[in-house]
């Protein structure tokens, strides 16, 4: 039974997120999720959106609902967004989706192809059911949201196997940051003329990363330091009631000003003085709330690949220089964290490309190792300075020794500044600069 009154605050509160009646600013169209969106939209699945706190999935699941209305002519009272984070909400339960279905339906009176958008669905327990319910009974397409890739996944693994979409996003990608900056690139010949406004704004890029709101607003180490706290504590203490909270924090502390760096279990042990088993679980919760990726060394044996020790990499750099990486001395460890991230976006739209670094058992070295099913198709090396002998030759001399072992008669060196092609023993290097090869279409 469910009173009146209930469904008039329901109402009220739905009211306020949701385009019937009002014009909602839902920001910067993000083109490239978009379309993918609007792809799964034509399939009968359940579409799901992960990705860290703060990177954009309300705005883009905005966005997706006025196209809906927009582009697609569905009439406005035809898609409901519920967002389970509005604090009037009662309870979150199951009933409280039940609850604001039927109001929905007795308020708004629905004809046809309803779409319901759960924004934050991890807040309510066992929300999968409804979800598959709904699904199954065609009642609705449903796109639903959340910040934790494995309450999501694990939840819809077992519930709604083969049926559902995932769509990861990510912060803004260099191109969106310079649309976030009034920076519309028409062609290569643009990119070429605009070069130095350009890199200048790379340098902002590495030092303030790339959340929207910190991108568009002036007080961008406030926010930052606000989203690491809104993390640490509403993702991970409260979400995986951890009791540790030092622990955790000074582990989180290490991987953030660790980026690029090696790192074991054992050694994290030693100097953190925190136990071998606390350090995996924890490591593993950052991974799931997409602060931190740990990227592992490329095998074709499993068993060395989980052993190896693993690459750090950050969410954001703009994250690590607030929470205190030293910024100045560290460009290159900024600039490969930031091909990392690039190579995750374009993996997330290509799911068979498997990433890894790549090292022998002389230390030879290659930053990232792209694999496509069987195959390995890419070597990039990221250096930020290639001025040096030792060093290019150092970096040439891996790059060598990995296209010999995979075959492959190219490979990449990512530089501050450099573009050239050299030919040595038959196989060409690409120089590329940072900039222009974060511009390349993937
Ligand atoms: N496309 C966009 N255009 C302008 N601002 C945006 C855009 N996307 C996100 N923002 C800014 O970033 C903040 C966080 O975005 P939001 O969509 O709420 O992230 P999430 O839902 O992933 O936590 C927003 O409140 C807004 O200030
Ligand atoms: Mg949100």
Redesign the pocket.
């Known amino acids: 039974m469910i009173y009146k009154s209930d469904k008039n605050e329901i109402i009220d509160i739905l009211q306020d997120w949701n385009l019937w009646k009002r014009e909602q600013s839902s920001?910067?169209p993000?083109e490239k999720y978009l379309a993918r969106l609007k792809s799964f939209i034509d399939t009968n699945q359940v579409i799901t959106i992960t990705?860290p706190?703060?990177?954009?999935?309300?705005?883009i699941m905005k966005q997706m609902a006025k196209a809906l209305i927009e582009k697609s002519k569905v009439k406005a009272e035809n898609v409901l967004i519920v967002n389970l984070e509005d604090p009037r909400f009662p309870a979150l339960s199951l009933k409280l989706l039940e609850q604001i279905y039927e109001a929905y339906l007795e308020f708004l009176s629905p004809k046809g192809q309803i779409f319901i958008f759960l924004d934050e669905v991890q807040e309510i327990e066992s929300w999968e059911k409804w979800v598959r319910m709904m699904h199954e009974l065609r009642k609705a397409k449903i796109i639903v949201s959340g910040?934790n890739a494995k309450l999501l996944s694990r939840e819809l693994g077992t519930l709604l196997t083969g049926r559902h979409l995932d769509l990861t996003?990510f912060p803004l990608s260099f191109k969106e940051f310079l649309e976030f900056n009034g920076v519309i690139l028409l062609d290569r010949l643009d990119i070429i003329n605009r070069k130095i406004e350009i890199k200048g704004l790379l340098r902002k890029y590495l030092e303030f990363g790339s959340f929207?709101?910190a991108v568009?607003s002036e007080q961008k180490k406030e926010i930052l330091l606000n989203y690491f706290e809104d993390i640490v504590n509403k993702d991970l203490l409260r979400r995986f009631r951890i009791r540790k909270y030092q622990d955790l924090n000074a582990l989180v502390k290490f991987y953030l000003s660790n980026i690029s760096s090696l790192a074991t279990y054992r050694s994290l042990e030693k100097s953190l003085k925190i136990s071998n088993d606390t350090i995996e679980k924890f490591s593993g919760y950052l991974e799931q709330v997409y602060l931190v990726f740990l990227l592992k060394r490329f095998s074709f044996k499993v068993r060395e690949q989980e052993n190896s020790p693993r690459k750090v990499y950050a969410i954001d750099t703009g994250l690590c220089n607030a929470v205190g990486f030293r910024f100045s001395e560290n460009f290159g460890r900024l600039a490969e964290n930031l091909v990392f991230l690039e190579l995750k976006r374009r993996q997330a739209l290509k799911i068979e490309k498997e990433l890894y670094f790549w090292k022998d058992e002389y230390h030879k070295e290659v930053d990232f190792l792209i694999k496509e099913g069987l195959r390995v198709k890419e070597l990039i090396q990221v250096c930020w300075n290639i001025r040096s002998e030792k060093t290019k030759s150092r970096e040439i001399r891996s790059l060598l020794k990995a296209m010999d072992e995979f075959e492959l008669d190219e490979a990449a060196i990512i530089t501050e500044d450099d573009e050239a092609e050299e030919k040595i023993k038959g196989k060409t290097i690409r120089f590329l600069p940072l900039w222009k090869w974060l511009l390349e279409d993937e």
Do not use: A, D, Q, T
Not at 53 to 59: A, D, I, L, N, Q
């Open positions: 920001g910067i993000r990705g706190r703060r990177s954009g999935k309300s705005f910040s996003v929207p709101e568009l």
